[in-house]
T-cell receptor
Framework: GDSVTQMEGPVTLSEEAFLTINCTYT??????LFWYVQYPGEGLQLLLK?????DKGSNKGFEATYRKETTSFHLEKGSVQVSDSAVYFC????????????FGQGTELSVKP | NAGVTQTPKFRILKIGQSMTLQCAQD?????MYWYRQDPGMGLKLIYY???????DKGEVPNGYNVSRSTTEDFPLRLELAAPSQTSVYFC???????????????FGPGTRLTVT
């Protein structure tokens, strides 16, 4: 079945470090790919998305490229801040999934000053 | 717009009790969803609705029921609460008229439920 796999957390970085959170997927059809972020005590909010192969989604300094050949959608940021500390979820959704989101398990990021 | 609202924020239930988690959205979205989030796990879909009067099961529907009498409201009912239902519950909604998957889902702040 369809699934999303993320790198294990927690990830701990110093401020201004480079961030990569790996995400790979298995899916039928041509789903859209998403990164959602959950700040402490809050619900999820969309960080960025890409709807077709080779698309790059970007927002708030984060970016991810939809790589169909490697079935990946890795999240990157060049210089993290303490305020980026949160849990990041990779997800997919498309016609073959009935428009429902399939989530990865989440990766907790902690950024230290 | 308030977006997606959920009540209550926290609740402790005894085993065997029942309760309803409330969810409302003011964005006139057709699609609404209920998820549960267990520690270290992603979100699992419990039930969803594609419009008023239409609901369907998700991945983990056992022990829950839903109804969708209006576009705005999508309550989740727990009957005979069990410790396995201890979790954080999120409601979400999205616009769109078809299952294309490109539309963003908007999430509520969650309800933290403990069953003891």
């Amino acid at each position: 079945g369809d699934s999303v796999t993320q790198m294990e957390g927690p990830v701990t970085l110093s401020e201004e470090a480079f961030l990569t959170i790996n995400c790979t997927y298995t899916a039928t059809g041509y789903p859209s790919l998403f990164w959602y972020v959950q700040y402490p005590g809050e619900g999820l909010q969309l960080l960025l998305k890409a709807t077709k192969a080779d698309d790059k989604g970007s927002n708030k300094g984060f970016e991810a490229t939809y790589r169909k050949e490697t079935t990946s959608f890795h999240l990157e940021k060049g210089s993290v801040q303490v305020s980026d500390s949160a849990v990041y979820f990779c997800a997919l959704s498309g016609y073959n999934q009935g428009g429902k989101l399939i989530f990865g398990q989440g990766t907790e990021l902690s950024v230290k000053p | 717009n308030a977006g997606v609202t959920q009540t209550p924020k926290f609740r402790i239930l005894k085993i065997g009790q029942s309760m309803t988690l409330q969810c409302a959205q003011d964005m006139n979205h057709n699609y609404m969803y209920w998820y549960r989030q267990d520690p270290g796990m992603g979100l699992k879909l419990i039930y969803y609705s594609v419009g008023a009067g239409i609901t369907d099961k998700g991945e983990v529907p056992n022990g829950y029921n839903v109804s969708r009498s209006t576009t705005e409201d999508f309550p989740l009912r727990l009957e005979l609460a069990a410790p396995s239902q201890t979790s954080v519950y999120f409601c979400a909604s999205k616009s769109g008229t078809g299952p294309s998957g490109v539309d963003e889902q908007y999430f509520g702040p969650g309800t933290r439920l403990t069953v003891t």
